[in-house]
């Protein structure tokens, strides 16, 4: 095997060893190898294995970010519960709703968007305006 390969292959293990410990950020990883990240980059386009071993470190960096957030909530944080029961909770309840309105809580005004002929004439006839009517106004 020629020396080459044999140095690539070599810097691709152990790339793929500091991708791990980093948890998966690639400049760490590629500095404690000693490469650029485009290196790793160019590796995973023309390396199916290594774009294949390499693919499992973006779940294990989110596996360490749950399992923090877990340990969180297990200590009392109210933060964490709070976030953790807004994004996995809705099913059950823990949803926030948002009411928008105008200054002191009058109605915003929006008008709604028109986009067909037909939902023209919609509006038109529940305000008691026919198209004729509508369109006999000049614009101003």
Do not use: C
């Not at 760490?28 to 023309?46: C, D, M, N, P």
């Not at 948002?98 to 986009?115: C, F, H, M, N, W």
Request: zero cysteines.
């Amino acid at each position: 095997m020629p020396r080459n390969l044999t140095t690539t292959n070599t810097k691709k293990r152990a790339m793929l060893v500091a991708l791990e410990k980093s948890l998966g950020i690639v400049t760490t990883a590629a500095k404690q190898v000693g490469i650029r990240r485009e290196t790793h980059y160019a590796w995973l386009k023309s390396d199916p294995e290594y774009a294949e071993a390499a693919k499992e470190f973006p779940d294990i960096a989110l596996d360490f970010a749950e399992s923090q957030l877990f340990q969180q909530i297990k200590e009392g944080n109210v933060t964490a519960i709070i976030f953790y029961l807004k994004t996995k909770g809705k099913a059950r309840g823990f949803v926030e709703r948002q009411e928008l309105t105008g200054a002191d809580g009058r109605d915003l005004g929006l008008v709604p968007v028109i986009e067909t002929k037909e939902q023209i004439a919609e509006e038109a006839a529940r305000h008691g305006i026919t198209l004729e009517e509508l369109y006999a106004v000049p614009n101003r």
